[in-house]
């Protein structure tokens, strides 16, 4: 994304006023680069930057900047030279426009406008030399602006020095210096002269010897002593320029406060975000664990499940070969209970003969009584009869004993059967016991897979509640380190300011000490001066005096001609 910046600089007495873009919003160190590399580029070969304005739409004032905090896509800098002589000139601040290396004039954001960060103006590109509306701040950065009483110009006129110096030594603002004034602005200005010389000096500025230089008093002063005049204004716009630096280093701390507590607020900021994010995170990791262990439970329960299918299985095939062998026993029940059946009918069958013969006996013994005759032969068929019933009631009893032994067979048979039932009705209960733990399994498995899909929804949104989680974490990380590398920059250009202000005062004061000389000298000289024009007045005198006195008239030469 393009940061694009405005920045004004004065080339050759001509205001020029640049688009410079950047890749994102850039450091100090990166917007002097720039800056320099573009206006050499421009027609200022070996430009360097003293020091840089921003202005601020919704005051509508301009201020140093310190720091890139202070900057926002198209905002309007100011960059003024270091080491130009010449004054800036007050003329407005043309529309911007692209360097010239690229050939294409752009049109500047309306003054005042609020920018969308998330849209970037539209620029349009001017056809047939028609010139965009001026769109610059209508006011001048402070450096720039018409130099009131106390400013200090770098090349004045004499008489604009002489003005300067005198407003300053006048610390009341009564209109004329007095003799504590001047005293205390020699130690400020810490003019390497002794107090004693100091009020000398005073004493010649104060012509009229009413213990006040006034204005007038001060331009003769001024032009006897030509250096010292010159080493006070120096000394006084000195101490102004360095109360501009310190002013701005002291700027600079308080920037470099509001950044520490921004960075603070961004730290804090961060480890609440940083904390929060870690709490969602550890809740996800709980619900994955959850999942983790209720799958767990379902594998579980599907090989116990799996394990069951096949018990039931073969409990299946055990109850089948028992329902088998029940049969097999019930057959034989069934077939021991046909013989027994049989026995019974064949008793029945010779109890039916037995009577029969019991009732052809009896029919015998009635015809033997009847039938006399009849009665050996009767006789002899009773005795058969008899005979036969023997052997029937022989095969009555072999027919019970067969029947004792299929009772036997049948009773052993029942019990047999028994157990048999008993296993069946256990492998069945078995069985059933398999299917209820089966259909038992089957609905704890729906609701594991129902609190899966629960937990996994959960899961689904958590993890959506991650996504600002993250982006608020990232971002306040962005912050602080944003934040952090703001502050240690600003921390760095205090430390250039501070470095900037020592070079400052190690200048001056090689400065001083170099008219330390040149002001004794002058003072020297000009009291070598004074001494000989008081004695010089004095002969004069004296010479008048004796003429006088002798009656001698003698026409005086002019003052300075000499004899």
């Known amino acids: 994304m393009s940061f694009t910046i405005l920045v004004a600089a004065d080339i050759r007495q001509d205001k020029i006023n640049l688009e410079l873009s950047f890749a994102g919003v850039p450091s100090m160190m990166e917007l002097y680069q720039k800056i320099e590399s573009t206006f050499s580029a421009e027609g200022a070969p070996g430009f360097r930057i003293d020091r840089v304005q921003v202005f601020d739409a919704p005051t509508g004032s301009w201020s140093d900047l310190s720091s890139a905090v202070q900057l926002s896509e198209y905002k309007q800098l100011y960059a003024f030279q270091r080491d130009v002589v010449a004054a800036e000139t007050q003329k407005p601040i043309p529309p911007a426009r692209k360097p010239a290396s690229t050939g294409f004039s752009f049109a500047a954001p309306t003054p005042y406008q609020q920018f969308d960060p998330a849209s970037k103006p539209l620029a349009t590109r001017s056809f047939g030399g028609a010139s965009p509306t001026s769109i610059v701040p209508e006011t001048l950065p402070m450096s720039m602006r018409a130099a009131p009483q106390t400013a200090f110009p770098a090349d004045p006129s004499d008489d604009v020095k002489v003005r300067l110096v005198f407003d300053e030594l006048d610390m009341n603002k009564n209109g004329v210096i007095e003799k504590e004034e001047w005293k205390k602005m020699f130690k400020v200005l810490r003019v390497p002269l002794s107090q004693a010389t100091a009020e000398d000096l005073f004493s010649r500025a104060d012509a009229d010897h009413d213990g006040v230089a006034n204005r007038p008093d001060f331009s003769n002063f001024a032009e006897h002593y030509p250096v010292l005049v010159d080493s006070l204004y120096v000394r006084i716009q000195s101490n102004a320029e360095e109360k501009r630096r310190l002013k701005i280093v002291e700027d600079h701390r308080q920037l470099i406060d509001e950044l520490q507590r921004r960075e603070r607020s961004a730290t804090s900021h961060h480890k609440v975000a940083f904390e929060e994010l870690r709490a969602a995170e550890l809740a996800m990791r709980a619900l994955d664990q959850d999942t983790q262990i209720k799958n ?268």
Do not use: W
């Open 296 to 563: 767990a439970e379902i594998e579980d329960k599907r090989a116990e499940m799996l394990q069951l299918g096949e018990d039931m299985t073969e409990a299946q095939r055990e109850r089948t070969r028992r329902e088998r062998t029940v049969a097999g026993a019930r057959e034989r029940e069934r077939q021991a209970q046909m013989v027994v059946e049989g026995a019974r009918n064949d008793i029945e069958d010779q109890k039916g003969r037995i009577k029969a013969k019991e009732d052809a006996i009896d029919v015998s013994r009635e015809r033997a009584r009847e039938l006399e005759a009849l009665l050996a032969e009767a006789k002899r068929d009773v005795d058969r009869g008899l005979i036969e019933l023997g052997q029937h009631n022989d095969d009555l009893e072999e027919l019970r004993t067969r029947e004792k032994e299929a009772m036997v067979q049948h009773e052993q048979t029942q019990r047999a059967v028994e157990p048999l039932m008993v296993l069946l009705r256990e492998q069945e209960s078995e069985v059933t016991r398999m299917a209820e733990r089966e259909s038992q399994l089957e609905g704890m498995i729906e609701t594991l897979e129902q609190e899966i899909g629960r937990v996994q929804q959960k899961m689904a949104n958590a993890d959506q509640d991650l996504i600002p989680l993250r982006e608020r974490e990232a971002h306040t990380k962005s912050v602080h380190q944003q934040a952090q590398s703001e502050l240690d920059e600003a921390r760095s250009g205090l430390r250039q300011l501070e470095q900037d202000v020592e070079d400052f005062r190690e200048h001056r004061r090689e400065v001083e000490d170099k008219e330390h000389r040149l002001l004794e000298e002058e003072v020297r000289l000009r009291e070598q001066r004074y001494n000989l024009e008081e004695r010089e007045g004095t002969h004069h005198a004296e010479k008048h005096r004796h003429f006088a006195e002798t009656g001698r008239l003698q026409t005086a030469p002019s003052y300075g001609t000499g004899y």
